[in-house]
């Protein structure tokens, strides 16, 4: 017999496998299931969906609250399966932080390209006055105050 945290690898393992459609359809009927039936397996298995990358579903802060109502669980569930939820808690948790600075940093990088280009515009004016001030040189043409 396999243990409940047994069973969620597995079905993880059969989730990462699947295209995108079936991913949806595992998706409603997960739903159902926790709306039928508010087990941590069934918290476990829409929080190990919602944490699926590239879904139309991905939704981390809700993966997070239910893992932490597992967590939370008056009614203690299984050591094994507590630290399942604290494991992929936190390790959503820092993907998220690890998003939220790859953003930021996407951001700076834009800020500073911006702030590049206008400097390379400045530079290129002053170029161009110079050369210009070469030409009227050349001809003959100064300035004089």
């Not at 409603?28 to 299931?33: G, L």
Request: avoid cysteine.
């Amino acid at each position: 017999m396999t243990s409940q945290v047994e069973e969620l690898m597995l079905y993880y393992d059969f989730l990462r496998k699947q295209p995108a459609p079936e991913l949806i359809k595992e998706y409603d009927k997960a739903r159902q299931a926790l709306t039928q039936s508010k087990t941590d397996v069934n918290r476990v298995r829409v929080a190990l969906l919602l944490s699926m990358p590239n879904t139309p579903f991905h939704d981390t802060a809700a993966a997070l609250g239910l893992l932490n109502e597992v967590s939370k669980e008056t009614k203690a569930p299984s050591p094994s399966l507590r630290g399942l939820a604290n494991m992929m808690a936190m390790m959503i948790a820092e993907q998220q932080r690890a998003n939220n600075n790859a953003d930021d940093l996407s951001q700076k990088l834009k800020d500073e390209q911006k702030r590049a280009d206008a400097l390379q515009g400045q530079v290129d004016g002053i170029k161009n006055m110079e050369k210009n001030l070469i030409r009227r040189d050349r001809r003959g043409i100064t300035t004089k105050p």
